[in-house]
């Protein structure tokens, strides 16, 4: 399998070159030759999660020198579960309803689904580094609003071979993401830039461009650039989907909150891949890009707005490249996905609502996913994506359902521990000091 750059000007390249790589030379994102058909098993509703991964997962690495190791890949990287759950229709509900099951992302070490990537991400980087025996550590650098900086950091550490740059802004995370960003030692470096998130990821992407760095440092990216963190998220799609087709009836509605656009690429692409399921439907908050973009067919992108889900603040998501990649042409693109936005009082409505007529919890992204699909998908069967543990937004949640929600233990574990990081500006020569 050869993977493309979007901008289509430069060569295509494997699998673990794509991976090293992060981003395309020419400045666009990788994106499969073509995408391959599910084996028939991947689609066997009794097959176990990392084993489903792996037969999704294998055609993407046919003839690459990470295919003998997916096996071994997979059974690490995914050793926690993938629940689909029922979301009952609640005493205000009819209970004869189409069914409704959530998707839950967040069961393993950081709560959020960004787990799945940055896991597979890591261990596939940390096999071909050792085959590799190259003269320098592959040095990773990542930009985070939040979320994926503890999730890649904690994927990352003491994995041989690999270095991990976390940049985050000063002000921008909350106590609890701050302890999840620089609880770490060894092969991981926190960076609390002086600024907002979009200093962050310019920060990094100056640092790719860079001839002299280029000189000094091998440098690779654990963004959603990244097309390793966004292929075992088609393999959790295809999986609820597997699930969901075991109870027979019509294809599910699949409502995914949305911020970068990684989980909405994957969907599609586990669709195309033959997976059973319906309209993708894109939840977004008060960032309104996707939505204006459908409806008005003229791209606009503009800076992120501060919202209650907040790690779907996106005004220019990176992966509305693989996207319109996929469906080149607007009319197919509107038929084949939804796009919504919530804001933040319906937000908070829906995780209230959700937890008195249903008694399930949900963190503010899920709450806007289950409220586009009451607003628009409540017709017929759907799955709701879960793409975070409400425990992780505990100033938003339990206020409105009036109860401490208990952290996981994963993340319990790291409450207290002692941080350490460096405060920079947003400055190439103050990251790179060492
Ligand atoms: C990152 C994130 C999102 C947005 O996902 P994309 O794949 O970037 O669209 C949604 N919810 C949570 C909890 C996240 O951490």
């Given at each position: 399998m050869r993977f493309v750059s979007t901008r289509g000007t430069c060569p295509a390249v494997g699998a673990s070159e794509a991976l090293v790589a992060g981003?395309?030379?020419?400045g666009g994102l990788y994106v499969p030759e073509c995408l391959p058909a599910l084996p028939a098993a991947a689609l066997d509703?009794?097959?176990?999660w990392p084993e489903r991964a792996r037969l999704v997962l294998e055609p993407f690495f046919a003839?690459?020198?990470?295919e003998p190791f997916l096996h071994g890949i997979c059974a690490e990287a995914f050793d926690f579960p993938v629940p689909l759950v029922p979301l009952p229709a609640g005493a205000?509900?009819?209970?004869?309803?189409p069914p409704v099951r959530v998707l839950e992302l967040f069961h393993g070490p950081t709560a959020a689904f960004k787990d799945f990537g940055a896991r597979f991400l890591a261990r596939c980087l940390e096999r071909l580094e050792r085959a590799g025996r190259p003269d320098r550590p592959l040095t990773v650098l990542v930009a985070t609003s939040g979320d994926t900086g503890g999730a890649v950091a904690a994927a990352f550490h003491?994995?041989?071979g690999l270095e991990l740059r976390v940049l985050f802004p000063e002000n921008g995370v909350s106590p609890r993401q701050r302890v999840q960003l620089t609880c770490w030692d060894g092969n991981v470096r926190s960076y609390a830039v002086r600024g907002g998130f979009d200093d962050c990821q310019r920060l990094a992407k100056a640092a790719f461009r860079d001839p002299a760095l280029a000189a000094r440092f091998r440098l690779g990216s654990a963004n959603s650039i990244n097309l390793g963190r966004i292929l075992p998220q088609a393999a959790y799609f295809a999986h609820a989907a597997a699930l969901f087709s075991a109870e027979g009836g019509a294809r599910p509605a699949l409502v995914v909150p949305s911020g970068n656009l990684g989980n909405a690429v994957a969907a599609c692409w586990a669709r195309a891949m033959g997976?059973?399921?319906?309209r993708i439907v894109m939840a977004v908050n008060a960032n309104r890009t996707v939505p204006d973009f459908l409806e008005t067919g003229e791209y606009r992108p503009r800076p992120g707005i501060p919202t209650l889900?907040?790690?779907?603040?996106?005004?220019?998501?990176?992966?509305m490249e693989r996207l319109r990649n996929l469906y080149p042409d607007l009319s197919a693109l509107r038929e084949a996905v939804g796009a919504y936005s919530v804001d933040d009082a319906s937000i908070r409505e829906t995780i209230a609502g959700a937890w008195s007529g249903s008694g399930y919890l949900f963190c503010p992204h899920g709450a806007a996913a289950e409220r586009v699909r009451r607003l628009h998908c409540a017709d017929g069967p759907a799955i709701v994506v879960?793409?975070?543990?409400?425990a992780k937004f505990e100033t938003v949640v339990e206020p409105l359902v009036g109860m401490t929600i208990p952290l996981p233990p994963s993340l319990e574990a790291l409450a207290g521990a002692p941080t350490n990081y460096t405060v920079i500006d947003p400055d190439l020569g103050q990251l790179f000091a060492d």
């Open positions: 981003l395309a030379p020419d509703p009794g097959m176990a003839g690459d020198g990470l205000a509900g009819k209970d004869d309803g003491r994995r041989p997976a059973p399921l319906g889900a907040n790690a779907m603040d996106v005004g220019d998501p990176s992966n879960a793409t975070a543990h409400p």
